[in-house]
């Protein structure tokens, strides 16, 4: 068993190298390489197998250990994003994070249900299809970001402070639309316990940044923990590998993404990056696991499951409703940043993910959309996370070439 | 599945950092701990129900994970044992590792076979008993010795050098004994086979190791490959990892241990650790997984399964036998370093693995060994596993303590 998923890991790091590489070469981000290689090895067959398929020899289903692998990429990713934003310089952008998150899911929800009733679909499936299109995955945004150097400047900031907002948006508007797919009426109590679980999670996580905050500089943490000794029990990586671990296993366990979880423990150890320096000691871990996120994004696409009804039909509205709903909701969200900078927040918000994908199985699995609908979703998915690469790359250096410099907070 | 196993790695890495502070304060190998820990985790029960069956919440069997995650840990470790080796150094005690591997494999077995025979069991059942002991396990020792520093002492490399020369004796050995206990006939054809592909296995890298040893200190190595470059495409770590788990892959192809495979990888990158500074890169990896492969250790053993039959009869004799085995055997074959380095060449082959349970699991589903004696043999394997730890590090600080400084090649 051991020996079949040695093989695997192999084959993947290899490709991941190489579409890296070309990457590099191109210009282009890599993690656009990534995930076409993912969706080349599970969707192109030779002879009726594609190389997925046979690396899954026999009885091995190494799919699991494929979705810890990449949990994990993405988990060391969005902590060390987190790292690079104390909880203090958040705080700052959080009113206009907080509007560009709201903005964004209220024009791409409208703009999706009003686009989908005028083609003639019901008001059930106008709403499934414009609540599925809601919500932002910051995962590729915050790859893209990092590898640009950039998750420092206001703008990156915004796009992750809105993001975190947004995934608790999303997940009470996945507990209402369960609701109403569920019975016909929506259990209020039930949506608004999920709901504000997942508010009072961030907050006293946010809270508990605070305290920190307060704790680094008040006297005794800069005489005592900040001294520096010879000789310490251990390394700073375990603690927040466990700190990290925890908040990302709560967060899944009030139905939020893990990511926000590792997100806000990477913030708390933020303060403290001057005496406990562990963004270094991520980055390998990252180097190692995060191509596997994105491979995994390529591999889960079924190219198969689009051809379903005349899916190509509504797909490419839906794409540009997507696009035009993030620019748009959150540009004007972010407004007070000035047009370029909102612009870019809108475009780093347009990645969709999982949630459109759960709410899009979620109406197929009660009949409420058709196979051609739910091919669409799973296509704005996918043209949009190989679209979206680019799109933020290429509004961040846009910036940078026009002689304005990533605004930087004094750290 | 992905919530719960984010869980299970919480609790499993707090309870490593746990076991590491406590074995910090205690002044003994953090091995130990993490070990010590795992078999409480899955034997320890509280009302019927242990703590790792109830991590294995619902239909979630996360085993495949957590081994995959541990083999990581020991791959990355005996990676960077190789990096700490290099080619050349490591020839200049070839001789003296090929010796006491033979010492330590032909006393162990010898020992076992003629200590049982005396027993009154069959010459059968003596015969896998003694085989049983025969192979040393070099996980235990390689994170003991890596933590006191002492990995490239003379005594260090010829323990892990010894180590792969007895894990390809054991293979040649495990497929003798299996075709003994197959038909009673041994197809020496099939055994050839699998010896001399491992032989050429591990001549065909170090072959490799000494053209890139060569390589590096031509002309055009320094000029051009050495040279400090601007932009690099790549960091060395997507090859380093390319690399290293290509051979680990190859090795269990060939039945032989993945460690054996990205030891002998981490020895290609040896030479270049001067321009390609890795094993900086590998050190959080490491930190992050190395701890699951001594907590995985510990939750496979099944305490109950010693209980069966009168195992603690003859277990006390295999313990000695295992031990005695390989500190005299290992000992004679590496007589030329002087008493107290052969000594503790000895010491460091004691610990024993895989191809023991391996062994044992065989004669006994074959009905060759009895429960009691198979329990026995886990018996072995488990109290060495806690024992190794600290003998090896007090073989090591012992040597340290009577001002003869560990012998350091020049580097």
Known sequence: MIDLILVQIFILVSLAMIAAIICNLA?????????????????????????????????????????????????????????????????????????????????????????????????????????????????????????????????????????????????????????????????????????????????????????????????????????????TLLSPLPFALIICF?????????SLAAIIGAFLAGMMFAEFRDIWPSEEKFNSLKEFLVPFFFLYIGINVDLSSLGAGNAWMIAPILIIIAVVGKVVGCGLGAWKLGKKSATIVGIGMIPRGEVTIIIAALGLSINVLTDAQYGSLVAVVIVIAVLAPFLVSMAFKRKDKFGMKPMKFKE
């Not at 925890?246 to 009030?254: D, K, V």
């Open 27 to 231: 210009k282009i981000p890599s993690v656009v390489g990534e995930i076409l290689i993912g969706i080349a090895i599970s969707n192109v067959a030779i002879g009726g197998v594609t190389l997925f398929s046979t690396l899954q020899l026999g009885d091995v289903d190494s799919s699991e250990v494929l979705a810890v692998l990449s949990e994990l990429g993405i988990i060391f990713l969005l902590f060390t994003a987190g790292l690079m934003t104390p909880f203090h310089e958040l705080k700052k952008v959080g009113i206009i994070a907080f509007l560009a998150a709201c903005g964004g899911v209220l024009v791409s929800v409208t703009l999706g249900y009003f686009a989908m009733l005028s083609l003639g679909f019901s008001s059930m499936q106008s709403l499934f299809l414009g609540v599925a299109l809601g919500s932002t995955s910051v995962g590729i945004s915050a790859r893209v970001m990092e590898q640009l150097g950039v998750l420092t400047t206001t703008e990156a900031r915004v796009i992750i402070g809105a993001a975190i907002i947004d995934d608790v948006i999303g997940l009470i508007l996945l507990a209402i639309i369960s609701g109403i797919a569920g019975g016909g009426d929506i259990n209020i109590i039930d949506t608004a316990v999920v709901g504000i679980l997942a508010v009072a999670f961030v907050l006293v996580s946010m809270f508990i940044c605070t305290l920190i905050t307060r704790f680094r500089h008040t006297d005794y943490c800069k005489g005592v923990v900040a001294k520096p000794r010879k000789k």
């Open 246 to 254: 925890g908040l990302s296993a709560l967060a899944t366990s009030l």
